[in-house]
């Protein structure tokens, strides 16, 4: 079976005590109350790195998040962080083409691509987000733009690089927003991604691989989403923050 898995992205929110604080709760009760295979990943902003992967080292259901990278090895880029220093922080993954970072960051799918092969080659596991906004949903173009996304972002890498990739689909009219994608209209596009992984990859490959649903997933309706067949795991930014909201999500999980 392919990795379920529940991701929290903590986006610009939380100062290094309640990052401390939100951790321990988490891991504690996730201990106490899971007993499922679910991994569990955490993406603090760059300063809560450090001690997130202190409270998390040894504890194998969790992993660590960064919520994005420069895609140069090293030089003079002010501001920004790479690869080989999120790995010597403990890090393990990073979200890539998250919406907020694609609208507000001016990100697009070749800057993904650079910055997807920049992961790969430091060893990082990467969370690769698409989705369309409403405006192409009501258009009928969400096919069109989430191929556009995978094709252009993710489809440059070989099947091994690839298989590094886990994919969150998340509508942006969805995310933040309280309006969460209905378990039929979220399936749909998961299993339409899956298609396109089948279809360039082969069945092996597309079976494998992890597709996330994210966008205004909460403690109330995880399991109905994660009951689809092609939904493994949701990518959750609000009820990311709330320690019980989280643990809830993460128990909806196999
Ligand atoms: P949300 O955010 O759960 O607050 O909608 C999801 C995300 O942006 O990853």
Redesign the pocket.
Known sequence: MRAQIA?G?W?MHLTLPEAQKLSSEVLNMVQDEYNGSAQVILAPAFPLLGAVAHLIKGQKRFALAAQTLHEAEQGAYTGEVSAAMLVSAGVSHV?LG???RRQYFGENNALLALKIAQALRHGLKVIY?VGETLELREAGQTMELVGAQMREGAFGLDAQGFSNLIV?Y?PVW?????R?ASPEQAQEVHAFIRKLIAAQYGETTAAQTPILY?????AANAAQLFAQPDIDG???????LKSRDFTEIVKALP
């Open positions: 991701a992205n986006k979200i998250h919406s907020e987000c969150a998340e969805a995310i933040g927003t309280g969460t994210g966008g205004s997933v909460n949701g990518l959750v930014g609000g009820a990311s």
